[in-house]
């Protein structure tokens, strides 16, 4: 249509695109903080494997008996005792036959699980402790700090076996709550760390101006601005939590028969070491590659997560 | 930095109280007592009752704490239920071991972090940087038994190059010489297995620190001013970036009186690791306690001396 006075420019796609290619922050295309975070975190290609891998072992021991047929892992087979890996027995026998493949995917929803479920535990005590501590100050951070110091002062391994050897029924809950129970520290330190130094900013001022309480501050303002490094400790604190209920497991103070994790089949196979050491190597092996791929991921979400880290 | 190490070594005091407390507690709270230990079927109530009061275990709870904590102060832990010898005789007897194997360990990991995180730093992003970084992260995922075992089977089971467990070969007398010997070819194992996990973490440490080193401004000065590389990299940047892995050392150097738990029962180390562990199968009491309270007494100290290593390394951290 014409419009009088007016030069019948047509302005298509195709013509405008050049101009806008000499400035090209304005051509890229804009991303949410989610998609930046994701696109460095793929860039990490350790981190990637690392999540590749974690996917593939909860795939392996989730749904890896039912793919496998490997339904049974405590039915006894005293004709095949003591194989060494084969086809039909991928991780071998033990000595009284129990198939070790089948063992190895439920020992590893075990020790997933104690690693998640004491992760998830040692979070929430962590974050309530710390930001308790860190948005209050005063008489109440002294309080729960010095029961930080005094907790992060008693050697891990020593009370934990304390408490196991006396309390510990050796039920998955009991397992997880004792790891829990010691493993909240660092969190708490780091979140009242976050909590100090975002309780300053103006939003929090802003928050408190429109009659926001303390907790709405705390938990919908502050918090959330404290979530990447407590994303990052806590995928830190589920290869350690492995690691921890494995080594209490191997003293004999973790997880009691039926549940069997990792750990439990390392302990399990030791006497028979120098005879049959798959009956080490596969669990061995599982929880070490499990543990790696955690610090795997946990550095990379540091590394993502880092506002410091600038785009290219 | 003297008042500086006055106030600190105060705040440490109520510290320490809190944590005997909480260990007092949790102790006396565990179930069980000496009659569990010195187990004797025909017990009656009234040697019951005598064996309770010759441990002091009739008294209430606050009085028994205090003349627990009177007696610690002395150097006096108590008797051991289950061999009736003074804990701090028990603890003697087992202390060196642990010291000769942390000192070991910790030395020989110090100068490999150092060593190898060095070598990460200034090749960074090398193929060389990647294996070291790559094997640190194996090192750090690898649960301390396992590497135990592993190191046994391969050195001692399979290759039957190195003794497995234990200090000395037992059956033998050796001469003051071989003897030694044969204490030190008993020590390589586990000395390996405890440096792995800690060279594991401070190499990672050591190589950040040099790098956030070598970006200073006084680096830049001193290429500019003509020093050589070699002594740029000695002189002037590692002899800041170890600051920060010193007080790491000490810290870890800290957690020495609960002995390295999982290494020693591996290895049959008869160290203060070992020893906690059969106390706790054995329900011995007051020695467990004094370990306890013995480790939490030197992670404190240690993280006070880690504390003022600094600032005396660093005159630009000044305490206030």
Not at chain 1, 270 to 275: I, K, N, R
Not at chain 2, 45 to 50: F, H, L, Q, S, T
Not at chain 2, 115 to 140: E, H, W
Request: aromatic fraction near 12%.
């Amino acid at each position: 249509m014409d419009i009088p006075g007016q030069l019948n420019v047509t302005t298509s796609e195709e013509e405008v695109e050049p101009i806008l290619e000499l400035t090209p922050e304005l051509v890229q295309k804009r991303r949410s903080q989610a998609r930046i975070i994701f696109d460095r975190f793929i860039r990490n290609r350790a981190a990637l494997l690392g999540a590749a891998f974690l996917i593939l072992m909860f795939l392996f021991c989730f749904l890896g008996p039912t793919v496998s047929g490997h339904i049974q892992p405590d039915v006894i087979h005293p004709a095949d005792a003591s194989q060494a890996p084969s086809l039909k027995y991928p991780f071998g026998t033990d000595y009284i036959g129990r198939d070790q493949f089948a063992r190895a995917m439920a020992g590893g929803q075990v020790s997933l699980l104690v690693g998640l479920s004491s992760m998830l535990m040692a979070i929430v005590f962590g974050i309530g402790i710390g930001s308790m501590a860190g948005y209050f100050g005063g008489l109440a951070d002294n309080i729960l700090m010095r029961l930080t110091d005094v907790v992060l002062a008693v050697p891990l391994y020593l009370l934990l076996f304390v408490l196991s050897a006396s309390y510990s029924d050796g039920s998955v809950t009991s397992v997880v709550f004792l790891i829990a129970i010691f493993g909240w520290t660092y969190t708490a330190r780091l979140v009242r760390g976050e909590f100090l130094a975002l309780k300053e900013r103006e939003y929090v001022l802003a928050a408190r101006t429109i009659g926001a309480g303390h907790f709405r501050i705390m938990f919908r303002h502050v918090l959330p601005n404290a979530a990447g490094p407590i994303i990052v400790s806590a995928t830190l604190l589920v290869g350690a939590n492995i690691i921890l209920e494995s080594v209490l497991s191997y003293f004999g103070f973790g997880l009691h028969p039926p549940s069997s994790s990792w750990g439990n089949m390392i302990s399990d196979g030791q006497p028979l070491f120098d005879v049959s050491p798959w009956l080490v190597f596969a669990p061995g092996m599982l929880i070490f590659s499990t543990v790696l791929s955690f610090n795997l991921v946990g550095d990379g979400l540091r590394d993502a997560l880092d506002p410091y880290m600038t785009e290219r | 930095m003297g008042r500086y190490i006055i106030r600190r070594s105060l705040q440490a005091i109520p510290l320490l109280l809190l944590l005997s407390v909480f260990m007092f507690l949790l102790i006396h709270a565990l179930p069980g007592g000496p009659e569990q230990v010195i187990f004797n079927p025909h017990l009656d109530p009234v040697g019951r009752a005598n064996l309770r009061a010759r441990f002091g275990l009739d008294q209430p709870l606050p009085i028994q704490y205090l003349k627990w904590l009177g007696n610690c102060l002395i150097g006096n832990f108590g008797f051991s239920f289950a061999t009736n010898q003074a804990v701090s005789t028990v603890i003697a007897q087992r202390f060196p071991a642990t010291l000769q194997l942390f000192s070991l360990s910790l030395l020989l990991a110090l100068i490999l972090a150092i060593f190898l995180g060095v070598i990460s730093a200034v090749r960074q992003n090398s193929p060389l940087d990647y294996t070291l970084t790559t094997l640190s992260y194996f090192g750090l995922a690898m649960p301390a038994f396992l590497l135990g075992l592993f190191l046994q089977d391969i050195f001692s089971v399979q290759l039957h190059w190195l003794p497995d467990s234990g200090t000395t070969t037992l059956g033998y007398t050796f001469d003051p010489f071989n003897a030694f010997i044969d204490h030190l070819t008993h020590l390589i194992l586990p000395v390996t297995a405890l440096s792995v996990l800690f060279v594991a973490g401070w190499s990672r440490y050591m190589r950040s620190s040099m790098i956030e080193t070598t970006k200073q401004d006084y680096m830049r000065t001193a290429r500019a001013k003509g020093v050589s590389p070699a002594s740029r990299l000695v002189r002037h940047a590692l002899r800041n970036a170890v600051i920060p892995l010193i007080t790491v050392v000490a810290i870890d150097f800290g957690s020495i009186a609960g002995g390295a738990t999982i290494t020693e029962t591996i290895f049959a180390w008869p160290g203060m690791g070992s020893l906690f562990f059969d106390s706790l199968q054995s329900r011995d009491f007051p020695v467990l306690l004094a370990i306890l309270i013995l480790s939490g007494f030197f992670v404190v100290l240690f993280n006070l001396i880690a504390d003022v290593l600094y600032g005396v390394m660093d005159p630009r951290i000044r305490y206030s």
